[in-house]
């Protein structure tokens, strides 16, 4: 696809907004390849879904001939993105942001082209770590404390009177400052970093550099349809998922996001997500089926989507658990001693914090033993010699032993 309005065209499916649209097409217009950044932050150990959305964006300009620039704030990370958050965020230590970081990379590459001269892997202390007071003091001249202040967060918390350090002003800033060096021509960013990307344009132009694109895609929703993707809160599909888990959670969505989850997450024609979401056409249970099959071949194989969606009819549909169920030890309910629900669930991996353990308790979503457990605060036994099934939601299923 080399026709610049063609490009322009199929870039902008599933776009919130670009700032500033003419240029863009300018920029396709000149023939050259356009490098086009994304940064991440290496803050937690995993990648889901909604990450996936920009991850899946730079794959669609790098499959066009343009270069994408990954970029993995080692140094930004240090001070953690203040965006959405009403407190301070706690200081991540050296060895937590380097092991983070390769996981990054190792998701990432599920979804980018990583071969060479298709992308270029940064990490911003290779600039940041070198800059000066003198330099910081020069940048930080170039935008007006009234600037920081339009940020919604900092406002808010201005006016809450919660604190705001210093170090959060810096980090547009810094991140804005990635641009300038990496010499980026568009640069990609979840709704909820326009702030970030849009300082970007202002510190370039303030180098006497031509301003980058920022083009803004939209928050995929959590598996619970209201709240943004989020591992904290318990509604994500990480990249690492195994097939079975990412079929079945996408499975859950309510039917009201699955647009939001067809034009985000699949390259599937317009015209054939226009008829899978007409339940005159296409029921909705067989429509999210598909949904489920197309993101797990993505990641794996046809073969692996197709497994996944025979497992998940067998199980649910015909009342069936897996003919070769997986068996978890728990060392904590060894001699047959009590333990609490939520410290089993996390035990075999099925939450990742007690937090998260309680909400699925609360919901409704657990069997031990083919009694549904509702209270948090709720103990089992597992008796020597054997091995009761514990179910957790309809995906998530094992047998347990002390």
Partial sequence: MTDPDSQFNALMRGVEHVYAA???????????????????????????????????????????????????GDYTARIGDPTGRDTTRPILDEAAIKKNAQTYLDQAGKILDTAQGK???????????????????????????QQMLHRENFDTRMKA?????????????????DSVVIK?????GGTDQTFNNLMGRELMSKHDMEKQVVMVMPILVGLDGHEKMSKSKGNYVALTDAPDDMFGKVMSIPDTVMKNYFELLTNLPQERITSLLDTAITP??????????????????????????????KRFSQGQLPENMETKQVPAAAGGAPVGILTLITAVGFASSNSEARRLVEQGGVVFNGEKITDPKATVTIAAGTSPVLQVGKRRVCKVTA
């Avoid at 002003?169 to 400052?177: D, E, L, N, T, V």
Wanted: no cysteine; hydrophobic share 45%; net charge neutral.
């Fill in 284 to 313: 909705p249970r067989q429509a999210k089926d598909i949904l489920g099959q197309v993101i797990v071949e993505e990641f794996y194989d046809s073969n692996a989507a197709h497994g996944a969606s025979d497992a998940f009819r």
């Fill in 22 to 72: 003419e240029e863009l097409k300018r920029k396709l217009a000149s023939g050259r390849r356009l490098r086009i950044k994304l940064g991440m932050d290496p803050t937690a150990p995993d990648i889901h879904l909604g990450h996936s959305v920009v991850l899946r964006k730079m794959r669609q300009f790098q499959d066009m001939g343009h270069v994408g620039v990954l970029i993995i």
């Fill in 119 to 145: 992308i270029e892997v940064r990490h911003n202390s290779e600039w940041l770590a070198k800059l000066t007071f003198a330099d910081v003091l020069k940048l930080t001249g170039m935008v007006t404390v």
């Fill in 184 to 188: 980026a021509d568009v640069e990609l």
């Fill in 161 to 177: 009177g919660r604190e705001i350090v210093l170090s959060e002003f810096m980090y547009p800033i810094m991140q804005a400052y």
